[in-house]
């Protein structure tokens, strides 16, 4: 009864952590620090795209929201940008390993150290998909669906995610999740669990947002500075919203698309 009580509270603590201002497809713009940030327009007719002046709920086009996923599409885009980044991190990686085996070899060193080489992964909509939740509620709760998808567990991973994931792992990259997931024990049992179900398997740290972090975009860079002050280098960073990907601290950032909500900053 006490658990259930406790699970209940967790559950609204979630909810009102998860997503910032709602789930509103609007405009705005914001320093991307050094980072470039490629994107793909979604595939589709009547689709609103982030960026553009206005406000949209996304209850308001549900047809297309489905059509767009039941089309096929949406995994098309999301191959799209996946096999761009990962052609990306395979270049980035040989190349940073052979100006660094260039540097030990014009200063004597030996043996060599490989230079410690990281990704940063978001969490929904990048490596899990919460569609079938979001879906069940017409794209009109948010919040309510990504909070069932978390408990629930059992979200698919996002494929061309995954193999990227797998393709940063066996070229000894160290990949952490950065999520705005909340910062309670509960919630890292059920998302460590959600990953491990969908395929994930070697990350080397999964980092859930603390409960007095300002802002989504602030506590994220701020986490990618930590990890770079461990002497790694962040090679790439995916996520499927601005948030995820603005505020530097990598090389180059790969937005997903996502259509079916917006997080802000
Ligand atoms: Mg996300």
């Known amino acids: 009864m006490r658990r ?20 509103a497809i609007a ?15 979604p595939t589709g007719v009547g689709l609103p795209r982030v960026g553009m002046h206005g406000t949209v709920g996304a209850g308001d086009i549900v047809s297309p929201l489905r059509q767009y996923h039941d089309s096929g599409h949406y995994e098309s885009d999301l191959e799209k940008v996946g096999s761009k980044a ?5 270049r980035r990686v040989a190349k940073l390993r052979k100006k660094a085996r260039q540097r030990c070899r014009a200063r004597g060193v030996s043996p ?9 992964l978001d969490i929904d909509e990048t490596s899990l998909s919460n569609y079938a939740d979001l879906a069940a509620t017409d794209f009109t709760d948010a919040t309510a669906a990504l909070t069932t998808s978390l408990f629930a567990a059992t979200s698919p991973a996002i494929d061309p995610t995954l193999d990227l994931f797998g393709e940063a792992r066996s ?21 460590e669990a959600n ?7 070697g990350w080397k740290e999964l980092v859930l947002k603390p409960a007095d972090a300002e802002g989504t975009l ?28 603005k505020g530097g601290y990598a090389d180059k950032a790969y937005k997903l698309p996502n259509p079916f909500y917006f997080i802000s900053n």
């Open 195 to 201: 990953l491990t179900s969908a395929g994930y398997a």
């Open 218 to 245: 602030s506590y994220k860079s701020g986490a990618r500075a930590t990890i770079e002050d461990d002497g790694y280098r962040i090679v790439l960073n995916v996520g499927d919203q601005d948030s995820d990907l």
């Open 4 to 23: 259930r009580a406790l699970e209940y509270a967790v559950v609204l603590l979630v909810a009102a952590g998860l997503l910032g201002a709602g789930f």
């Open 27 to 41: 405009g705005g713009s914001g320093d991307s620090g050094s980072t470039k940030i490629a994107t793909i327009r």
């Open 86 to 90: 990962e052609a990306y991190l395979d």
């Open 171 to 191: 070229r000894g990259v160290a990949v952490f999740f950065i999520t705005g997931r909340p910062d309670l024990d509960v919630v890292r049992d059920r998302t």
């Open 112 to 120: 060599c150290p490989k230079p410690k080489l990281a990704m940063v």
